[in-house]
């Protein structure tokens, strides 16, 4: 950060202000500013639970209307947001079939199948085990989609069916050691206690990799929409496995074949085959500012700001274009950077005023990079919805409007 | 973690739902569990902002009654938070004159005296500046009073005066830097827009430790009560050092002794002399559970779980005795640990259904342990009323209460 503010320094000549819009110099002898109405009163006391000012108009909004009434996603308003953690009241969500209002006193996980002891536990139970608390990423496998691009997308239509919390409850490794695994085991039923019965089957070393029974989230208890009282979380993995008010797991030794994984939730490929079974979310980066429908207001600095993740481990690295990918640069990672968690990165720019394309692409300490849009394209044809990690871009016009270009 | 986990299995002879309450086997032919009525029906949607499940009521209140109208110290509830991230909702906030209505278009931040060039910057001026986000605590220096403890205590009363977030905004130094500090300055001047124009003096080197001019908190942009639309915020330093609603800065060559640095906000030592500008809060740690109020509901494992924070750096361990300081066991932290940051604390206990007492005892990278009640009244008497970093005790009662005992 310290080596790209000075670099911006030089490239600025030594002064931001020179680049800047409202500032402006404040001789001594100019008197005393404003006194504005607040400071010249007592203000108000602040609520037991506190919400946004009300000037800061950040909200969720479903990203496509619901094919039927209980079937909602819900996207993050990126664009607008700072660091890597997502408030609570914004984290996107996703539902099947409606938000079911669990009584947490009533509820119940029941383990059983290939396991030796199987088991009925109440969350006084589950919050009795030994405890973690981890930052991860959760990103929806449809988040943004191949197809259907619009130039007047904002970061929140493209890439909102993301966010990053502070999950904390049991490793599911610690559960799964209580009731005794089996051998042949291979993989779990995750079901939920929504009225579809969300389902999924998970492979065993998924969830003895970090696989988290959460029951709370950013500090305190999840909320209905996260899956209260208790959410399944698989770090680095498409969200829709990661099921919500977890209620049953059962340990067998084939996958379930349950219907997400069957008729929805498969890619499918050029040669008509589909692929199944596609979990880890690969390395993704998108700029958050300047982002779609964002407007420079004034040449000179600005700063490049967006995130980067991946569901292998750690972010290596974060390179930016302005030209459209002609040339690339470095963005600087805000540390310390953590495993299956968003990372902040920002790159000093200056703008001129005309036009420009923004373009960023992450590599994951495994060395796999982020792809170009036809990169994936060879590959994968596009009949397929889900899985788009591809580089993505912003144009800035002569003025500094911001719009979506492929 | 794992070294704990399996040293509680052996401990708990190898099931941990021998030692639990509710938790029970589930026989493959007992059929069905019960189908309750929130998945035979599909569920609500949830809102553009979310809100807390409805049965979770944690809230913050005032420590005291008010010493006169907007005058407010509200407690963050610790016994119910999870993880290190503090909700912005629940947050502790104190404020000297209420929350001033701040109009973000209408604050501007003065930055002047020993500079070489003035300047006065809006708030769409300091969000273009290079910025940087930081998970770090903030803790009042009133946190834990030295007198008047009382048994019914819950850790909101005894400890709520802190909490922690991800704060993002402009580097201090950066500012400085824009504006030039000149030859012979030392101390900054840092005034609130608020009715009381709530100002501290800071020491130059901490404002170029760190220091943030912070405008967003857990992603989004400042609650009102803690400073919107702009803060400052001073790592690991008493809380009222961190202006809120800042609208000054002036650089000086010595400390401008305002009212709530010779007033308020000093030590009164046995000798009836006043410690002026203590400004670091040294290392502290507090059980959060089990913690005042709750209760034991059966004998058995349980994860003792805390806190742990210091303003000097990294916390590089916690012992926890459940013997009243008889004996004493390496409670496990949960990384990785970050720099003036909360850093829980985790031991496995299996509580037999006795009495007991159970403390905390943190010491930090420098090598400060901190210290017991009785070495910090012989050095500091009991005439201070702030900076009570002393080891703080629960006592659990035969049949489970749990309470504060000194």
Same mark, same amino acid.
């Given at each position: 950060?310290?080596?790209?503010?000075?670099?911006?320094?030089?490239?600025?000549?030594?002064?931001? &202000?020179?680049?800047?819009?409202?500032?402006? &110099?404040?001789? #001594?002898?100019?008197?005393?500013?404003?006194?504005?109405?607040?400071?010249? *009163?007592?203000?108000?006391?602040?609520?037991?639970?506190?919400?946004?000012?009300?000037?800061?108009?950040?909200?969720?909004?479903?990203?496509?209307?619901?094919?039927?009434?209980? &079937?909602?996603?819900?996207?993050?308003?990126?664009?607008?947001?700072?660091?890597?953690?997502?408030?609570?009241?914004?984290?996107? #969500?996703?539902?099947?079939?409606?938000?079911?209002?669990?009584?947490?006193?009533?509820?119940?996980?029941?383990?059983?199948?290939? /396991?030796?002891?199987?088991?009925?536990?109440?969350?006084?139970?589950?919050?009795?085990?030994?405890? /973690?608390?981890? %930052?991860?990423?959760?990103?929806?496998?449809?988040?943004? =989609?191949?197809?259907?691009?619009?130039?007047?997308?904002?970061? +929140?239509?493209?890439?909102?069916?993301?966010?990053?919390?502070?999950?904390?409850?049991?490793?599911?490794?610690? /559960?799964?050691?209580?009731?005794?695994?089996?051998?042949?085991?291979?993989?779990?039923?995750?079901?939920?206690?929504?009225?579809?019965?969300?389902?999924?089957?998970?492979?065993?070393?998924?969830?003895?990799?970090?696989?988290?029974?959460?029951?709370? +989230?950013?500090?305190?208890?999840?909320? =209905?929409?996260?899956?209260?009282?208790?959410?399944?979380?698989?770090?680095?993995?498409?969200?829709? %496995?990661?099921?919500?008010? %977890?209620?049953?797991?059962?340990?067998?030794?084939?996958?379930?074949?349950?219907?997400?994984?069957?008729?929805?939730?498969?890619?499918?490929?050029?040669?008509?085959?589909?692929? +199944?079974?596609?979990?880890?979310?690969?390395?993704?980066?998108?700029?958050? &500012? =300047?982002?779609?429908?964002?407007?420079?207001?004034?040449?000179?600095?600005? *700063?490049?700001?967006?995130?980067?993740?991946?569901?292998?481990?750690?972010?290596?690295?974060?390179?930016?274009?302005?030209?459209?990918?002609?040339?690339?640069?470095?963005?600087?990672?805000?540390? !310390?950077?953590?495993?299956?968690?968003?990372?902040?990165?920002?790159?000093?720019?200056?703008?001129?005023?005309? !036009?420009?394309?923004?373009?960023?692409?992450?590599?994951?300490?495994?060395?796999?990079?982020?792809?170009?849009?036809?990169?994936?394209?060879?590959?994968?044809?596009?009949?397929?919805?889900?899985?788009?990690?591809?580089?993505?871009?912003?144009?800035?016009? +002569?003025?500094?409007?911001?719009?979506?270009?492929?």
């Amino acid at each position: 950060m310290r080596e790209n503010r000075r670099a911006f320094l030089r490239m600025a000549g030594g002064t931001l &202000a020179g680049a800047g819009a409202a500032t402006r &110099a404040f001789a #001594e002898g100019e008197g005393p500013l404003e006194v504005p109405s607040w400071t010249k *009163e007592q203000g108000a006391t602040a609520p037991g639970y506190g919400r946004p000012a009300p000037g800061e108009a950040l909200a969720r909004y479903p990203r496509l209307p619901p094919a039927f009434p209980g &079937a909602v996603a819900t996207v993050t308003p990126l664009q607008g947001l700072h660091g890597i953690i997502t408030p609570n009241g914004l984290h996107y #969500e996703r539902h099947h079939a409606g938000i079911p209002a669990v009584d947490p006193d009533r509820h119940r996980l029941v383990v059983h199948g290939l /396991v030796e002891r199987p088991l009925v536990l109440t969350m006084d139970d589950l919050v009795r085990f030994p405890a /973690v608390s981890r %930052l991860h990423f959760l990103e929806c496998s449809g988040n943004t =989609p191949w197809l259907g691009a619009r130039p007047d997308w904002t970061v +929140q239509d493209s890439h909102g069916l993301m966010s990053c919390a502070e999950w904390t409850g049991v490793e599911l490794a610690t /559960v799964l050691a209580e009731v005794g695994v089996k051998p042949g085991a291979a993989w779990i039923l995750a079901e939920g206690a929504d009225a579809c019965a969300m389902s999924r089957s998970i492979p065993l070393e998924a969830a003895l990799d970090g696989a988290i029974l959460a029951y709370a +989230q950013n500090g305190e208890r999840l909320r =209905p929409e996260q899956g209260y009282p208790l959410r399944l979380f698989l770090p680095g993995l498409e969200g829709n %496995l990661s099921i919500k008010w %977890l209620r049953r797991l059962k340990v067998g030794d084939q996958p379930f074949q349950t219907r997400e994984e069957t008729s929805k939730y498969t890619d499918l490929m050029p040669d008509g085959s589909a692929r +199944q079974f596609t979990f880890v979310m690969e390395a993704k980066s998108v700029i958050t &500012a =300047p982002s779609g429908g964002q407007r420079l207001r004034a040449p000179g600095f600005h *700063e490049i700001r967006g995130l980067a993740w991946t569901g292998r481990g750690k972010i290596a690295g974060v390179d930016v274009s302005t030209d459209g990918g002609a040339s690339w640069r470095p963005a600087s990672l805000e540390g !310390p950077v953590r495993p299956r968690c968003f990372t902040r990165f920002r790159l000093p720019w200056r703008w001129e005023g005309g !036009p420009a394309r923004l373009l960023s692409r992450a590599r994951d300490e495994t060395g796999y990079v982020q792809p170009s849009r036809d990169a994936l394209v060879s590959v994968r044809g596009t009949r397929s919805y889900y899985h788009n990690n591809a580089v993505f871009g912003w144009s800035v016009a +002569q003025g500094g409007a911001v719009t979506h270009a492929a």
